[in-house]
């Protein structure tokens, strides 16, 4: 399984985005390998794997347990692995159709009427830039990653318009000297690109706080997010 893993890995580089190829190499290193690495996987079945796969989710010796849907993204990598074995090396993998760990779905908690006029008193009367992001969190949505990849540029003041089309986030490398780095990169979805508008009270903010259109809309700085 070993081979064969970095074998799969290495053939999605090209078509798979930087940060899903980090999240496939965290699951083989941290899950797959230690378990099935030495073994061939023609020897492996699917009554097997569910069995590992539901052990995961619960407290075992010497690690802890996984949530359901981490457990389901590890049998989803190794459905992809057994699919390349299948159709590139002749092998007679499980197919895994059936492995699906139920998810609880988690009670998203918001903030009152009352929460949220006491947070926009608190940023507007201490307003900087990081402030002003949380404001813009609160009038528009924007998602995190996309408001610190945001430029002032994006702000399109003339028509109350706030241009989303990229997000960042920081992943893992394999340099000892720089454990992770930060990389901008489309959304995950066309639907993620998208023109918000921008309510008259938040732009005449930004408007106050305006910074050069190549600087990040959370620091000001050019090249530094």
Not at 127 to 137: A, C, D, M, Y
Not at 156 to 177: E, F, K, Q, Y
Request: proline content about 4%.
């Amino acid at each position: 399984m070993s081979g064969l893993s970095v074998r799969w890995l290495e053939s999605q580089k090209g078509t798979l985005k930087e940060t899903t190829i980090v999240k496939y190499s965290s699951i083989l290193k941290n899950h797959i390998l230690p378990e099935y690495g030495n073994r061939y996987v023609n020897d492996l079945t699917d009554d097997e794997i569910r069995l590992w796969i539901e052990g995961l989710t619960l407290p075992g010796q010497g690690r802890e347990s996984i949530s359901p849907k981490s457990a389901n993204a590890v049998a989803s990598v190794l459905r992809l692995i057994f699919r390349y074995a299948r159709a590139y090396c002749n092998a007679s993998a499980p197919e895994l159709l059936d492995i699906q760990m139920k998810q609880e779905k988690n009670r998203i908690e918001i903030l009152s009427h009352s929460e949220q006029d006491a947070l926009k008193k608190y940023l507007m009367d201490n307003l900087n830039l990081s402030n002003l992001g949380i404001l813009s969190t609160l009038y528009t949505g924007i998602r995190l990653g996309e408001l610190c990849e945001l430029r002032w540029g994006c702000i399109h003041a003339g028509d109350c318009l706030l241009d989303v089309h990229a997000t960042m986030s920081r992943i893992n490398t394999d340099d000892p000297l720089h454990k992770t780095k930060i990389v901008i990169t489309p959304p995950k979805s066309a639907c993620s690109i998208r023109m918000i508008p921008i309510p008259a009270d938040l732009l005449s903010l930004m408007a106050s706080m305006r910074r050069p259109d190549d600087g990040f809309f959370l620091t000001g700085e050019i090249g530094r997010a």
